[in-house]
């Protein structure tokens, strides 16, 4: 988890699409924090990743593993952020 505090900027843009262009920001601004500052959530990241592309379909191209496994492992820190933030911000509100 990282702290997040006073994330009332988020709510301060008077319409939806602000709004949710200011939270996807942020959640954009914690993936990459948390891929050059975080050392144990980027080996994380790169252990699962490293998981998601062994284990992908066995029949399908090294190439096509690979893709499978950044865009399933991506899903996966993306959710994770989201649900964390929203968390957070239901905790701040």
């Known amino acids: 988890m990282f702290p997040q505090c006073q994330l009332d900027h988020i709510l301060k ?4 699409l602000g709004r949710l262009g200011t ?7 914690l993936f990459v924090y948390m891929l050059g500052c975080s050392y ?7 252990l699962l990743l490293t998981i998601a592309i ?6 399908v191209s090294w190439k096509k593993r690979l893709l499978i496994g ?10 994770a952020l989201i649900f964390m933030l929203l968390m957070e911000l239901g905790v701040e509100i």
Not at 13 to 16: K, Q, R
Not at 23 to 29: I, Q, T
Not at 41 to 46: D, E, L, Q, R
Not at 54 to 59: D, E, M, Q
Request: proline share 3%.
């Open 13 to 16: 843009d008077d319409t939806f």
């Open 70 to 79: 950044i865009l399933h492992v991506s899903a996966h820190l993306a959710t």
């Open 40 to 46: 144990v959530s980027a080996a994380g990241a790169i």
């Open 54 to 59: 062994v284990f992908g379909p066995s029949k």
């Open 23 to 29: 939270f996807f920001g942020k959640v954009w601004d």
